[in-house]
């Protein structure tokens, strides 16, 4: 079964600002002096702070070149599938790197 994607970060940070102005223009001109009041002045907070998260969120993934949920991943066109770095690294041994190795070919041409 298929999953729906979530909604995209530039979409919640829209509906969370509007949503915010549209409280603050109706708790500006209600002059509302009471515990609703309150609590709309409460809720134009937290929907000002998802906006401003959202937005953030947003900015970072624009700045690390990653596409959105629907989009394929730019790190997988990049790196192989394999062996990493670190494992390198810690193995040293070039006999146990090259049986990685041809056990990694093997399970992708098996695929």
């Given amino acids: ?26 708790l500006i001109a209600g002059r509302r ?12 907070v937290l929907l000002a702070t998802v906006a401003g998260v959202a937005v953030t969120a947003a900015r970072q993934r624009d700045a690390d070149g990653r596409p959105g949920p629907g989009g394929p991943s730019v790190h997988a066109a990049v790196e ?3 062996v990493d770095a670190d494992t390198l690294e810690t193995l040293g041994d070039r006999e146990a790197i090259r049986a990685m190795r041809d056990r990694h070919r093997r399970d992708d041409r098996s695929r």
């Fill in 1 to 26: 079964m298929r999953r729906f994607p979530g909604p995209d970060a530039r979409t919640v940070a829209t509906v969370a600002a509007l949503g915010a102005l549209w409280l603050l223009i109706v």
């Fill in 33 to 44: 002096q009471d515990l609703l009041g309150v609590a709309m002045a409460l809720l134009c």
């Fill in 80 to 82: 192989p599938p394999g």
